[in-house]
């Protein structure tokens, strides 16, 4: 009872918490895997290749091509072919514009031979009612998959359109499934009389070169590596996100790592890595002696030091960052200075921003707050008779310091170590605007995922591999350090 | 062995004063000469200046006036590390991040000593607090006793001829403490070290000190042996913080030979040794220990002059009986009368006789 009651009282916290931090984690876990687009987009032709029907090549035969028309049909009425393309053109450029046009032209394919020779062998075929009847029965439905499927769709994208499909035409795909599913029906005698007629007239129709009719869209389609691609990423799950996270890729034949100019990931997560280092060494080197001073100072110097570090929170993060770019360009305030001061010529101007020192500078600024307070909160609470006794029993200040006080304050560089490193780690906003191209990190690479290629799978999956990463350093930093040794205050 | 004739002082305080803030005094003017070896007692309440002139004398406080000089030589412009006095503080300061042994080596090894010896320095110095299985030991795995003895042993170990102890038993029971007063007092004889040791406990102050300095408003009130101090105050501060002690007011009626005839406020005369008083008429306040009283005329004199007493109050303790009087309108004079044989025991209510003799009462400063 009583813990009922303590855990209504933190459950607004926990659905915040579980809100906004355990949910969006877990859905990014989950999209850096995730690949259902593809069997969604191409049910049969999926199942088909997947069934090991018709693959003894590469490109497969007539019938995948068939069953590719029916779906790509469909998903160029529900306008989601060009999705499709996307996702498959992060594997392979190109198949984008391949689908795009192929959804264009089976539009436009005449495929009507199919309808008029059922129609042939029973004018019924043309009617919404004996669609509808076979629909609403299940034995039928299991016998003719592929039709009843192209039917549902038919009707669903109609509905979406604001039609009312019991007074549209059939359209003429829905006769191609059917033909393909009669064709592969084995056994008809259970069936009803207008399936069994049907079944024994199919093998004689008249049919449409499906495969021919999409290499006629695009030459493309009988390109192995177009095939090798969708093969490769049928699966609804698959692990490629996370193997171009780290410089390699899914191929058909296996994994590969990616040719050399195409290799970003991995030397921006070394960079990342040393670059959030380099910044957490600074931030140490400057933020201990401040904590220092601010907690072996008298109270009123000690608030001024206080204030002049936080004085960096108050004011916007975008501001001081501009701040720093104002300082550290060509033609900035620092270089102006040197100039003046004859230190170098108009021409041999410095270059400190937009690469790793102008990140690394501006990031160290930014990020010191992080460093000093746990220092700070550390410090404060070493009494002073400590570095007393150590001088009464002989040190020296400097021996004092190092033997004494320094040990005691080694809790305090741990904790803001972790801070600034975790949050350097992840950084963005300030190496987006300082950083030009060879200072900026991982997290700008997500960002651009995220926002402009809209490759989230693959932005997820560096996430992930970020996530990873910090986990990692985190468990190796408690091996050696050990947590209950980080402090962040009393 | 008290010797604190010129030269041969070994601690010496020369005309001390310190401000904090620069404007108050916290020491106004400290005039102190102990000799080696001396087991010396600042004693005074909170806020006395005791940890200032300790801290002056170890170097963490500089003086803002006036000479601080060990053995001979003034120290004012020696750094801390360079005095080589031992310091037990009051927390102990024992560093955590090392174990005792490390605490103990910390001062052998600046000075440079060889492993060899260190370590045997260092189990001696444990072995002398009876601590030496607790080498190994970090701080925190330690009662506050033990750490107690530690920071002893540590303060001891590089053979400092000058130890200050800032209240080191402050923080430990009374059981302990008592244990703990016999054994640094044993220790420091042992060594033959010279011991400034502050404390605001008078009982801890009388039973270790060889002189104790009576501290109060950034002056030394008094300066003397325990019993010096406990039997002669030399004013009203001083005997009333050390003992208990009953205080009569009044106007000196007569001074002859080396007795004053005090009229006290509330009725009556009585006798006294006169301490800070040289005129008729001058106000004072009169002391006498509680145990310095007398019912009979037997033990006074002929002439003695006696005081009229209602009791109050009869508590039996045992070894003693405490008895609450009226005395001259004081409703808190307290008598108190040894446990032994025929000795009487008063009942609430009744009146009484009592008297004392002139030496035991003296008449301070009002
Ligand atoms: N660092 C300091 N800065 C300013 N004033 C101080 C400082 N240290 C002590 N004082 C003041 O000096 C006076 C004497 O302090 P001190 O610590 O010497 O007293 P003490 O006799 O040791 O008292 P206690 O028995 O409580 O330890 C006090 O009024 C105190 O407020
Ligand atoms: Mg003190």
Not at chain 1, 364 to 372: A, E, N, S
Not at chain 1, 464 to 479: E, G, H, Q, S
Request: net charge negative.
């Amino acid at each position: 009872m009583q813990k009922l009651r303590a855990l209504l009282l933190i459950s607004p916290l926990l659905a915040f918490i579980l809100i906004t931090f355990i949910a969006p984690i877990a859905d990014m876990l989950f999209r850096s895997v995730e690949n259902k687009i593809v069997e969604e987009t191409l049910p049969h032709t999926v199942a088909l290749i997947d069934s090991g029907g018709d693959i003894e090549t590469v490109v497969p035969g007539e019938k995948v091509f068939s069953a590719l028309y029916v779906d790509m049909f469909v998903a160029a009425e529900k306008k989601e072919h060009t999705r499709l393309g996307t996702r498959l053109n992060y594997e392979e450029s190109g198949i984008s514009s391949l689908f795009r046009k192929s959804g264009r032209r089976v539009d436009r394919l005449d495929v009507e031979v199919y309808r008029e020779q059922f129609e042939n062998i029973d004018p019924s075929w043309g009617e919404i009612a004996t669609w509808q009847s076979l629909a609403d029965n299940s034995d039928a439905s299991d016998m003719l998959p592929r039709a009843m499927w192209a039917y549902n769709a038919w009707r669903d994208y109609l509905i979406a359109d604001g039609d009312n499909p019991d007074e549209e035409e059939l359209e003429d795909f829905i006769y191609v499934a059917l033909y393909d599913d009669l064709i592969a029906l084995e056994d008809a005698s259970e069936a009803g009389d207008l399936i069994q007629r049907s079944a024994n007239a199919v093998p004689d129709f008249e049919t449409v070169n499906f495969k021919e009719a999409f290499i006629g869209f695009d030459k493309d389609w009988g390109a192995e590596d177009v095939w090798k691609t969708i093969r490769t990423y049928s699966p609804p799950y698959t692990e490629g996100y996370f193997l171009n996270a780290i410089d390699l890729q899914k191929e058909f034949e296996g994994y590969s790592v990616r040719p050399e100019n195409e290799r970003i990931y991995g030397v921006l997560f070394m960079r990342t890595l040393f670059m959030s280092l380099v910044i957490t060494g600074c931030a140490i080197l400057l933020g201990y002696p401040i904590a220092w001073l601010m907690s072996n100072r008298p109270m009123r110097e000690a608030n001024l030091l206080m204030i002049m570090v936080l004085l960096p929170f108050w004011t916007s993060l975008l501001v001081r960052t501009s701040a720093w770019k104002v300082m550290l360009q060509q033609q900035g305030v620092i270089n102006d200075t040197l100039v003046w001061l004859n230190i170098v010529d108009e021409a041999g101007r410095l270059v400190l921003i937009n690469n790793q020192f102008g990140t690394i500078v501006a990031m160290t600024h930014i990020l010191l707050p992080f460093m000093v307070l746990p220092l700070y909160s550390v410090m404060r609470t070493i009494p002073e008779t400590y570095t007393r006794a150590a001088k009464s029993l002989g040190a020296t200040n400097w021996t004092a310091f190092w033997r004494v006080y320094f040990p005691l304050s080694v809790p305090g560089i741990g904790a803001g170590s972790i801070l600034v490193f975790i949050l350097s780690i992840g950084y963005y906003i300030t190496p987006e605007i300082v950083g030009g191209t060879t200072g900026t990190f991982i997290s700008n690479r997500i960002a651009y995922h995220i926002s402009s290629s809209l490759n989230w799978g693959l932005a997820a999956a560096l996430g992930t591999i970020l996530l990873a990463v910090v986990l990692l350093l985190y468990w190796v930093y408690d091996r050696i350090v050990g947590i209950d040794n980080v402090k962040l205050g009393g | 062995m008290v010797d604190t004739a010129e030269g041969h002082a070994f601690v010496e305080f020369d005309r001390v004063q310190k401000s904090y803030d620069g404007e108050t005094l916290v020491v106004k003017d400290l005039n102190l000469s102990m000799p080696k070896g001396e087991f010396l007692t600042m004693l005074g309440p909170s806020g006395s200046g005791k940890t200032t002139c300790l801290m002056m004398l170890a170097g963490f406080e500089t003086a803002t006036h006036g000479d601080i000089r060990l053995d001979g030589q003034g120290i004012n412009n020696i750094p801390p590390h360079k005095r080589g006095i031992g310091m037990v503080f009051q927390n102990y300061a024992l560093f955590p991040h090392m174990t005792v042994n490390e605490n103990l080596a910390f001062p052998l090894e600046i000075r440079k000593m060889g492993k060899a010896e260190r370590e045997e320095k260092v189990k001696r110095a444990l072995e002398m607090v009876q601590m030496g299985a607790f080498g190994a030991r970090r701080i925190a795995q330690l009662s506050g006793g033990q750490q107690q003895r530690i920071a002893l042993a540590r303060a001891l170990v590089f053979d400092p001829s000058l130890v200050l102890m800032d209240e080191p038993l402050g923080a430990l029971d009374k059981q302990l403490r008592e244990h703990m007063q016999f054994e640094i007092k044993r220790i420091a004889d042992d060594l033959d070290i010279t011991v400034v040791y502050v404390t605001h406990d008078q009982t801890e102050a009388l039973t270790m000190s060889d002189r104790v300095a009576v501290f109060d408003d950034g002056r030394i009130q008094q300066l003397a042996p325990p019993d010096q101090l406990y039997e002669e105050p030399e004013n009203s501060f001083v005997a009333q913080f050390i003992g208990e002690n009953n205080t009569l007011e009044g106007v000196v009626e007569e001074i002859r030979n080396d007795q004053a005839l005090v009229r006290l406020d509330g009725g009556g005369l009585i006798d006294t040794t006169p301490v800070n008083v040289s005129k008729v008429g001058e106000r004072t306040k009169v002391s006498i220990r509680p145990e310095r009283v007398e019912f009979g005329r037997d033990r006074l004199g002929e002439d003695a002059h006696t005081l009229n007493a209602e009791v109050l109050e009869f508590i039996y303790m045992g070894d003693i009986f405490r008895t609450r009087l009226r005395v001259a309108g004081n409703d808190d004079f307290i008598v108190k009368t040894r446990n032994a044989v025929n000795q009487v025991r008063f009942e609430p209510g009744q009146q009484i006789e009592i008297g004392w003799l002139a030496q035991d009462c003296r008449a301070l400063d009002a």
